[in-house]
C-alpha cells in the first residue's frame, strides 16, 4: 500500500499514545478492526475520505496512493475528527479550500520552511 502521513497528522486523543504503532500497523496493512484513516478525497473535486483500515486490506487498494490526513478510533470518531479539521482550517483561511491547504501545507513541510 502506498501511504504518505500529513505533516500535522490528526489523531484520536485515545491513539495519541500508540500513535507510531497504529501507523506502522497501517503501513505494514495489519488488521487493525476499530482504526479509520482520513485521507485526501481520490477525486479533486472532493476534500476529504475517510475508511475503516479494514477496508483498505482488500487487493484494490494495493496500489493507491492514499495520503492520510488523520487516524481516529471508530466510525464516529472519524466523523467528528473530519469536522475539527475543516473547522480548523476554516477559521485559520476564512476559506473551505480543505485540500488545498493540506496540500500547501505539506509542500512548506517538505521543503523545510514549516
Known amino acids: 500500500m502506498q501511504m504518505t502521513f500529513y505533516c500535522d497528522l490528526y489523531v484520536s486523543e485515545e491513539l495519541e499514545k500508540k500513535k507510531e504503532k ?3 500497523k497501517l503501513l505494514e496493512n495489519k488488521a487493525q478492526p476499530s482504526i479509520y484513516v482520513i485521507t485526501l478525497a481520490q477525486g479533486r473535486q ?3 475520505e475517510f475508511y475503516s483500515s479494514l477496508l483498505l486490506k482488500q487487493h484494490i487498494y494495493e496500489d493507491t496512493p ?3 490526513v488523520g487516524i481516529a478510533n ?3 470518531d472519524a466523523v467528528y475528527m473530519i469536522e475539527q479539521i475543516v473547522t480548523q482550517i ?3 483561511t476564512k476559506g473551505t479550500d480543505i485540500r488545498g491547504y493540506i496540500e500547501k501545507r505539506q509542500k512548506e513541510y517538505e521543503e523545510g520552511r514549516v
Open 74 to 76: 471508530g466510525y464516529d
Open 66 to 68: 492514499l495520503f492520510v
Open 90 to 92: 476554516y477559521e485559520k
Open 46 to 48: 472532493n476534500h476529504l
Open 22 to 24: 497504529v501507523r506502522r
